[in-house]
């Protein structure tokens, strides 16, 4: 089991960056495949991001493909998600998943991550 925690959230305008940090301890995070995920007030949670073990292989939800990316730093156990070019609808609350896992695959759907950090709220206003 790993323990997740999320910052880098905040207020910003649309058309500006942010990026979140998730930080892990508990288990290296190298055997670990990550992901983003976020959750807007009266809608389900949304796949952001994903990334492989060893970061080989990462995938986007198609909302954020070309403005978002994620990268990990596996001797830091640091997960990140630099979100460029923000919109209003990039609202929401994100967390950072973790699962167990070999070094290549990635998943998209929430149900295949085992733990998650409280989240971080990133607010776009106009």
Same mark, same amino acid.
């Given at each position: 089991?790993?323990?997740l925690v999320e910052s880098g959230g905040g207020s910003v305008q649309a058309g500006d960056s942010l990026r979140l940090s998730c930080a892990a301890s508990g288990s290296s995070l190298s055997s670990y495949r990550m992901g983003w995920f976020r959750q807007a007030p009266g809608k389900e949670r949304e796949f952001?991001?994903?990334?492989? @073990?060893?970061?080989? =292989?990462?995938?986007?939800? *198609?909302?954020? !493909?070309?403005?978002?990316t994620i990268s990990r730093d596996n001797a830091k156990n640091m997960? +990140?998600?630099?979100?460029?070019?923000? !919109?209003?609808? *990039? =609202? @929401?609350? +994100? +967390?950072? @998943?973790?699962?167990w896992s070999d070094r290549y695959s990635v998943r998209t759907n929430p149900n295949e991550y085992t *733990?998650?950090?409280?989240?971080t709220q990133v607010t776009v206003s106009s």
């Open positions: 089991q790993v323990q952001v991001a994903a990334i492989s @073990a060893f970061g080989g =292989t990462s995938v986007y939800g *198609d909302s954020v !493909k070309g403005r978002f997960l +990140y998600l630099q979100m460029n070019s923000l !919109k209003l609808e *990039d =609202t @929401a609350v +994100y +967390y950072c @998943a973790a699962r *733990d998650w950090g409280q989240g």
